[in-house]
Every structure is written in structure tokens, then in C-alpha cells.
């Protein structure tokens, strides 16, 4: 997988919008964008995951650049159970042998009341 | 769906002791993975297999460490002997298959303590 960078830490207010950034400048034509978070003492959850548009589930949007060398996960209302760390990673679509989930350290997101 | 289920959810034992931890994917899933999650070294992937069979387990850390997945239904990790450092959070997780479209399926984690 492609390497992502992403800010260690973030603050938000409860019921306001987040917007988590994710940079991956060596990001190939087939690579997906995946988001999974990890809730305190639980597994990785999937979030959203998206290639060249703009995608919404009802957990998140993904915002995803033009040139696809960065992506902002959007969350519109944050509550406190959001307060995880939110993991970006690339995944080749095509490519069934290696592609694997390969996690970073993500970004840590705190939810102030 | 009661989603992936793992067994037990927390382990103590002392060192030496054999660790047997237990997973139950999603049915119907091709793809059973088995992650240790430390502070040191995060989430790593340790072995995978695919319809039963093991596909490439090079995050294995050492011999003392097994996998197998004798039905569809049901995986083990072994650790035999245990050692303090292998002292983590053991996931399994499961999917349809391995392209950039699935999502994986994490189960609540096994968390081992060898003292």
C-alpha cells in the first residue's frame, strides 16, 4: 500500500463538523481510499472508502481532491462516541495478491462536550 | 450477523504457557486475517488465509506462533510458549475477498497478558 500521512491528533466540539485531512501524494491511478476508525477497547471499523468522486454513507462523507493526492473525511455532527482514531490507507483494486490493510498511526480524534 | 466473534476476551497466563485464541468470521466471507495490535508497533498483520488456506503468514513473528483454520467457520492462533512480549491485542477480522473494494470485518480483539 501507498504511504499516508496524516496529522497525530485533533480536537473537536461535540455537534459540530470534523473534518479529518489525509494526504497520499504517491497515490496510483487504481489505489482506493479507505477510512476505518478504532473506537477505545473495540476493532477497526470500516468507515468509507471511495476512488475518484466525492462519496456519502451515513456515517461520514469523503471528500476527495481533484488530483487525488488528498482526502478529507468529513464527519457532519460530531458526538462523543466519534472520539477514536480514524485511520486513512490506500488499497490497489485490482491488485488481489498484496493488498493488504496496512495501518499507520492515524489521527486521534478528541470530542470536547 | 452477529459479526466476527472472538474467544475469549481476555487471557492471562505465565510465561511459558501455551495461548490458544479462537475467531468465528462472518459467514459466507472467503478472507480471515489475524492482526496484533501493540503500542509499540500498532496494528500488523501476522497471517491471512483464503477459503481455509493459508495465504502468506510472513507476519508471523516467530515458530512459536500457529494458525490454522480447519472449516470456514472457525480459525485459531496458538502461541506456544508464550512470552511477556507477546503480550497484545489479537484481532481477527474477515472479508469477501482482498480487491480495493471490500472492507474488512474486525472482531472485538483477544487481549493477552503473559506475565
Known amino acids: 500500500d501507498a504511504k499516508t500521512t496524516q496529522p497525530n491528533s485533533m480536537e473537536s466540539n461535540e455537534e459540530e463538523p470534523v473534518h479529518l485531512p489525509c494526504n497520499h501524494s504517491t497515490i496510483s491511478g487504481t489505489d482506493y481510499i479507505h477510512w476505518y476508525r478504532q473506537l477505545p477497547s473495540q476493532g477497526p471499523e470500516y468507515v468509507i472508502h471511495?476512488?475518484?468522486s466525492n462519496v456519502n454513507n451515513r456515517m461520514a462523507s469523503l471528500a476527495i481532491a481533484e488530483d487525488r493526492k488528498s482526502s478529507t473525511l468529513i464527519l457532519h455532527r460530531a458526538t462523543l462516541r466519534d472520539a477514536a482514531v480514524y485511520y486513512c490507507i490506500l488499497r490497489d483494486a485490482p491488485n488481489n495478491a498484496g493488498n493488504m490493510l496496512t495501518f499507520g498511526g492515524g489521527t486521534r480524534l478528541m470530542v470536547k462536550p | 450477523d452477529a459479526g466476527v466473534i472472538q474467544s475469549p476476551r481476555h487471557e492471562v497466563t505465565e510465561m511459558g504457557q501455551e495461548v490458544t485464541l479462537r475467531c468465528k468470521p462472518i459467514?459466507?466471507?472467503?478472507?480471515l486475517f489475524w492482526y496484533r495490535q501493540t503500542m509499540m508497533r500498532g496494528l500488523e498483520l501476522l497471517i491471512y488465509f483464503n477459503n481455509n488456506v493459508p495465504i502468506d503468514d510472513s507476519g508471523m513473528p516467530e515458530d512459536r506462533f500457529s494458525a490454522k483454520m480447519p472449516n470456514a467457520s472457525f480459525s485459531t492462533l496458538k502461541i506456544q510458549p508464550s512470552e511477556p512480549r507477546d503480550s497484545a491485542v489479537y484481532f481477527c477480522?474477515?472479508?469477501?475477498?482482498?480487491?480495493?473494494?471490500?472492507?474488512?470485518?474486525f472482531g472485538p480483539g483477544t487481549r493477552l497478558t503473559v506475565t
Open positions: 477480522a474477515s472479508s469477501w475477498g482482498l480487491a480495493g473494494t471490500y472492507e474488512q470485518y
Open positions: 471511495g476512488l475518484t
Open positions: 459467514s459466507g466471507h472467503d478472507y
